[in-house]
Nanobody
Framework: VQLQASGGGLVQTGGSLRLSCVVS????????MGWFRQAPGKEREFVAV????????DYADSVKGRFTISRDVAKSTVYLQMNSLKPEDTAVYYC???????????????????WGQGTLVTVSS
């Protein structure tokens, strides 16, 4: 299984970007998909998750109301729409896939089975 993330770039404060992550697998609809980020000098942190059912979504408090996770099953792609970007959103963003279908309440970073290579988002002030 391969995950290919794209869509990062340089944007001004208040701007928007949409990240995409294409998953090379036929069973994409059975995967829980997450987005994570790692800022320079910091640990990787959770951003958003979309459960395999498509009915459960969760966000980090720091991005609630600004970021939206979604998916296109036909394209085996998960998206992260990022609006009202702030300098503190600057990070390498990673997509990840979890295949066991764990409840979101029990899902941690170590439970994800596959990771993409990351895409850099830089928000200038």
């Amino acid at each position: 299984v391969q995950l290919q993330a794209s869509g990062g770039g340089l944007v001004q404060t208040g701007g928007s970007l949409r990240l995409s992550c294409v998953v090379s697998v036929r069973t994409f609809s059975s995967y829980t998909m997450g987005w994570f980020r790692q800022a320079p000098g910091k640990e990787r942190e959770f951003v958003a998750v979309l459960a395999w059912s498509g009915r459960e979504i969760d966000y980090a408090d720091s991005v609630k109301g600004r970021f939206t996770i979604s998916r296109d099953v036909a394209k085996s792609t998960v998206y992260l729409q990022m609006n009202s970007l702030k300098p503190e959103d600057t990070a390498v963003y990673y997509c990840a896939a979890e295949t066991a279908g764990l409840p979101l309440s029990r899902l941690g970073q170590d439970d994800y089975d596959f990771w993409g290579q990351g895409t850099l988002v830089t928000v200038s002030s």
